[in-house]
């Protein structure tokens, strides 16, 4: 069973950086597509950035383009959410989610396992 587990949140002032991990394991470890979600209090959880295994989809919410970058490491079945001129705005629970299936894209409902959360708070 695929297992996914985030790291690399914290506390961060406005137009500083944080760079998140996501890290794969357990048997299932031929995922296809692993998105990154965030929710901030009393909002909708939404989706931030996707890739798939072999990169050949990569998307950004409209809202982190520009600022947001995704990257893969496949030996290491991690994938790293670098984070720029973040905003408080940004801030939020951060999942990261994964699926085995044969379709990528950045809606909840793509995925089928998902992160315990990592925790980013931008402020001054």
């Known amino acids: 069973q695929l297992q996914l587990a985030e790291s690399g949140g914290g506390l961060v002032q406005p137009g500083g950086s944080l760079t998140l991990s996501c890290a794969a394991s357990?048997?299932?470890?031929?995922?296809?597509?692993i998105g990154w979600f965030r929710q901030a209090p009393g909002k909708e959880r939404e989706g931030v950035s996707g890739t798939s295994r072999r990169g050949g989809w990569i998307d950004y919410a409209e809202s982190v383009k520009g600022r947001f970058t995704i990257s893969r490491d496949n030996d290491k079945n991690t994938v790293y959410l670098q984070m720029n001129s973040l905003k408080p705005e940004d801030s939020g629970t951060y999942y990261c989610?994964?699926?085995?299936?044969?379709?990528?894209?950045?809606?909840?409902?793509?995925?089928?396992?998902w992160g315990q959360g990592t925790q980013v708070t931008v402020s001054s």
């Open positions: 357990g048997f299932g470890l031929d995922w296809t597509c």
């Open positions: 989610a994964g699926t085995t299936g044969n379709h990528c894209a950045l809606t909840s409902y793509t995925y089928d396992t």
